[in-house]
């Protein structure tokens, strides 16, 4: 009853207008099996309940049975999902406004090897020049575009290589549970840290 309470009262405290734009969760490797299934599916109806709008999520794994069983779980989830491995993209979910990206086993520096192999071709088929490239355009060969406001970092004290380029400038946020015991209001409290915060770009 008093966890409820605090729950409602957690989330009463959460600016509507204020909301970060993208938030990126970072787990740790095996942490989608099992439960851990259970506790994704509830992250994105948490996400929902407050009003965000793009939401990520990276695990250093890429079992083909681990995709199978995320996108077979998410299928009738109402929110528009994408599953990133290093392969490809499979799309999953039943839509609406919620965006959901997760990425299995593709972290960020072989996402910006990718970008700036395409940069190399183009330049080399003539598309560009090398002067013409700038963060710009290094941004629009990156496969995400996103750039989270926050990341969350589950149950660990070092972060991934996970959007490198695009977190540059993002609000950290360290949980003190793991994901297997991530509970609503941990995942409150870092969103209502976040709206504490200053953002300062770098500056």
């Avoid at 994105?44 to 009003?51: C, Q, T």
């Avoid at 109402?78 to 490809?88: D, F, K, N």
Wanted: net charge neutral; with cysteine.
């Amino acid at each position: 009853m008093i966890y409820r309470l605090y729950e409602h009262l957690l989330q009463a405290r959460i600016a509507k207008s204020n909301l970060p734009g993208c938030v990126a969760v970072v787990l740790s490797c095996g942490d989608l099996f099992d439960d851990g299934l259970v506790r994704l599916s509830e992250l994105l109806e948490w996400s929902r309940s407050i009003g965000l709008i793009s939401l990520m999520l990276y695990v250093n794994d890429d079992a083909p049975l681990l995709l199978r069983k995320i996108a077979t779980l998410l299928a009738a989830t109402p929110a528009q999902i994408s599953l990133h491995t290093r392969e490809g993209v499979e799309q999953t979910g039943s839509g609406g406004p919620l965006k959901v990206v997760i990425s299995l086993g593709y972290g960020g520096k072989r996402e910006v090897a990718e970008a700036f192999r395409g940069l190399l071709r183009d330049v080399e088929t003539g598309l560009l020049y090398p002067e013409q490239i700038d963060e710009k355009t290094i941004e629009s060969h990156l496969r995400f575009s996103q750039k989270p406001d926050l990341v969350i970092r589950a149950g660990g004290k070092r972060l991934s290589d996970f959007m490198i380029w695009q977190a540059a400038y993002s609000e950290l946020y360290f949980t003190d549970v793991n994901w297997l015991d991530l509970r609503k209001i941990d995942f409150l409290r870092a969103i209502r840290d976040c709206q504490r915060r200053e953002r300062r770009f770098g500056r």
